[in-house]
């Protein structure tokens, strides 16, 4: 079976920095792209991040650009996101998901939730004094 396991979040203080891991199983992640989301209370879950498979290349939302790293380690299966400057708003519980249909790649749309079919089950990232 295929699953994705994310770690790594905590509760730090406002301009703090974590980093999240996402270790895959079952598949290889460099095959796809691998998004990062984040939910948080009340609002519907958006798109944070995206690396897709091969060239690596990487997608970002306008809130998070300079602030957050997305990056893989194809030999250890795990995909990671540095976040830096951090904000109370970057509050949220932190998805990864994996794009194993390949849609990326005939629709686009790396930061859309609609393109992953595999998530992984959350880490709740808390920013704050």
């Known amino acids: 079976q295929r699953h994705l396991v994310e770690s790594g979040g905590d509760l730090v203080q406002p301009g703090g920095s974590l980093r999240l891991s996402c270790a895959a199983s079952g598949f290889a992640m460099d095959d796809y792209t691998i998004g990062w989301f984040r939910q948080a209370p009340g609002k519907e879950r958006e798109g944070v991040s995206a690396?897709?498979?091969?060239?690596?290349?990487?997608y970002y939302a306008e809130a998070v650009k300079g602030r957050f790293t997305i990056s893989k380690d194809n030999a250890k299966n795990t995909a990671y996101l540095q976040m830096d400057t951090l904000k109370p708003e970057d509050s949220a519980v932190y998805y990864c998901?994996?794009?194993?249909?390949?849609?990326?790649?005939?629709?686009?749309?790396?930061?859309?939730?609609?393109?992953?079919?595999?998530w992984g089950q959350g880490t709740q990232v808390t920013v704050s004094s």
């Open positions: 998901a994996a794009d194993t249909r390949r849609l990326t790649t005939v629709v686009g749309m790396p930061l859309s939730t609609r393109v992953y079919d595999i």
């Open positions: 690396i897709s498979g091969g060239h690596g290349t990487t």
